[in-house]
């Protein structure tokens, strides 16, 4: 899969992938897009693992700032450099926010990590107004923008509104491995 060739034609994508593919998946995505200033919006996981994955695999995050919305559902978060603390993942208005501050910015892409995670926190239908919200916002301001959606659930209301939403889906729910790469 080739992100940027996805991009070039698009503002706003959804990228399904199967949950035990998620770290593989999402630290291609990154190695593709480093280099361009990127605004990564964390749900499941905190800043600081994210930044270690990331280092680990040998991905520079020097012009990526991260929104995370998990670490002070844990506990009271030590400040990281660019990090930008929510208090949860229901805080909706808070995340919008500081998307939206980043796409002010001229940011080239904002992933959000995961569609998935939020019907946990809040209701089916603020996410929904959400996320048209940001997708629209994104496109007014030429930001690309990523949603992540792990793992497959053909009843999922909140991916069935996304796909209204995107400009493309990319399903790599039925594909084997190797087409990830």
Same mark, same amino acid.
């Given at each position: ?7 070039q ?5 959804l990228?399904?992938?199967?949950? #035990?593919?998620? +770290?593989?998946i999402s630290?291609? #995505? ?8 990127i605004?990564y919006?964390?749900?499941? &996981?905190t ?6 994955t990331f280092?680990k &695999?040998?991905i &520079?995050?020097n012009n990526?700032?991260?929104i995370?919305a998990? *670490?002070q559902?844990? $506990?009271?978060p #030590?400040k990281v ?5 929510v208090?949860?993942?229901g805080q909706?208005?808070?995340?919008a926010?500081?998307?939206i501050?980043?796409m002010n910015?001229?940011?080239d892409y904002?992933i959000?990590d995961s569609?998935t995670n939020l ?5 089916k239908?603020?996410?929904?107004k959400?996320?048209?919200?940001i997708a629209?916002?994104?496109?007014? *301001? ?5 949603f992540y959606? %792990?793992? $497959?659930?053909e009843?999922?209301i +909140?991916? $069935?509104?996304?796909?209204t #939403? %995107?400009?493309e889906v +990319?399903?790599?729910t039925?594909?084997s ?5």
């Amino acid at each position: 899969m080739d992100i940027l060739n996805q991009f070039q034609n698009n503002n706003v994508l959804l990228l399904l992938m199967p949950s #035990v593919d998620y +770290i593989s998946i999402s630290t291609n #995505v990154m190695r593709s897009l480093s280099g361009n200033k990127i605004g990564y919006v964390t749900l499941n &996981k905190t800043c600081e693992s994210l930044q270690e994955t990331f280092a680990k &695999k040998r991905i &520079k995050c020097n012009n990526t700032i991260f929104i995370d919305a998990i *670490s002070q559902t844990i $506990k009271q978060p #030590v400040k990281v450099d660019h990090c930008h603390f929510v208090k949860s993942p229901g805080q909706l208005r808070s995340i919008a926010s500081a998307m939206i501050k980043l796409m002010n910015h001229n940011f080239d892409y904002l992933i959000f990590d995961s569609l998935t995670n939020l019907s946990v926190y809040k209701r089916k239908d603020a996410i929904a107004k959400f996320i048209t919200i940001i997708a629209n916002k994104a496109k007014a *301001s030429n930001t690309k923008l990523l949603f992540y959606g %792990v793992g $497959k659930r053909e009843d999922d209301i +909140i991916l $069935k509104h996304t796909c209204t #939403v %995107v400009d493309e889906v +990319i399903d790599l729910t039925t594909r084997s491995p190797l087409a990830y790469e």
